[in-house]
């Protein structure tokens, strides 16, 4: 009797319970993972979390120094804060940049009660702290290096942007006055409205 030959087959190899299980929880942990990267969810515990705070805005400005010029000056003369005097200083006390409007109460003519002939009252505006003031948009007619005009019509006596930094948040006014030829003796004065926004 011939005998059948026995080919090598491969014995199917059987799969433990242990491995099923493994596989079953590797299949349902890497659905999750899934499920909770679609609804934006950390299985993991790690989260991030956020804390904001608005700070109010405060917008204030204050006069550090008031201007004068030194001793008397004669008829026709000509003199500034600058050479014989003190400029006015104004500080943003605020938290944020502003724009800052000047306006006088006087002009040349006002200031010295009717005496005119001859007669100049300027004003210019400068950083006090290096930096201060933005003039990037400075409206036309306002000059930061010469003097002009102070007339009490005027719209253009605006300072664009006034820092609120510390180290850099004040300017100066500067003031130039020619004495009319018929101005009267004694003191005279103006008054400024300073418009912080």
């Known amino acids: 009797m011939a005998k059948k030959s026995k080919r090598n087959r491969a014995k199917p190899q059987k799969i433990s319970q242990k491995e099923v299980t493994i596989l079953l929880v590797a299949a349902a942990v890497f659905s999750a993972l899934i499920i909770f990267s679609f609804f934006d969810a950390n299985p993991t515990g790690l989260v991030s979390g956020h804390f904001n705070v608005t700070v109010a805005s405060t917008t204030s400005c204050v006069v550090i120094q008031n201007a004068s010029l030194t001793g008397s000056v004669a008829l026709s003369s000509n003199t500034s804060t600058g050479s014989g005097g003190t400029k006015l200083v104004l500080e943003n006390n605020g938290n944020g940049n502003v ?40 409206p036309a007619g306002l000059s930061f290096t010469n003097f002009r005009e102070i007339n009490t019509s005027s719209t253009t006596n605006q300072v664009p942007q006034l820092d609120y930094n510390d180290s850099r948040d004040t300017l100066q006014v500067g003031f130039n006055v020619k004495v009319p030829s018929d101005a009267q003796s004694g003191k005279h004065s103006a008054k400024f409205t300073i418009t912080c926004a």
Not at 114 to 123: E, H, I, K, L, T
Request: charged share 5%.
């Open 99 to 138: 724009s800052v409007n000047f306006s006088s109460n006087v002009s040349v003519s006002g200031l010295f009660t009717g005496a005119v002939s001859g007669g100049s009252f300027q004003w210019n505006f400068s950083d006090h702290e290096s930096n201060s003031v933005n003039v990037t948009n400075t």
